[in-house]
């Protein structure tokens, strides 16, 4: 996460947890990114995005606090499990911290919602074995 120098260690400690959190209920990766872009935001943030390690199965948070930017960029596999409807609430519960001055704590919720809303069903039973009567 860059600009880490923007967060105490307790907020840093706050949203890595809930980016575990969110990894763990999911079965995605997620990221965070905090900083300037080096050009337009969307393409700029689909970039942060494919330069990760699995970028098809990656949720990634960007924010620009100073140009008041907030993206949120799926790979092919997490957009299968995270609808832009669930992102976009997750976006607007971020933005309304944000415009608190609370960026830690939008972070925190909004990555904790899109890891809830990407939630996968635990598998009941992957037994092939035909059932005794």
């Known amino acids: 996460m860059p600009a880490g120098d923007a967060f105490t260690p307790d907020q ?33 943030a689909v970039e942060l995005l494919n330069e990760l390690d699995d970028p098809d199965s990656t949720v990634l948070v960007y924010v620009d606090p100073a140009g008041r930017r907030l993206e949120i960029i799926t790979g092919e596999q997490a ?20 415009a608190t001055g609370d960026l830690a704590g939008g972070l925190v919720t909004g990555v904790q919602q899109l890891g809830a809303h990407a939630h996968q069903a635990p598998l009941l039973h992957a037994n092939n074995e035909p059932h005794k009567l």
């Open 12 to 44: 840093l400690y706050d949203i890595e947890r809930a980016v575990r959190n969110a990894e763990e209920a999911s079965g995605l990766h997620f990221s965070v990114y905090v900083g300037g872009a080096d050009s337009e935001t969307r393409p700029f």
């Open 79 to 98: 957009r299968r499990q995270l609808s832009d409807a669930a992102a976009g609430l997750a976006a607007l519960t971020m933005q309304t911290s944000f």
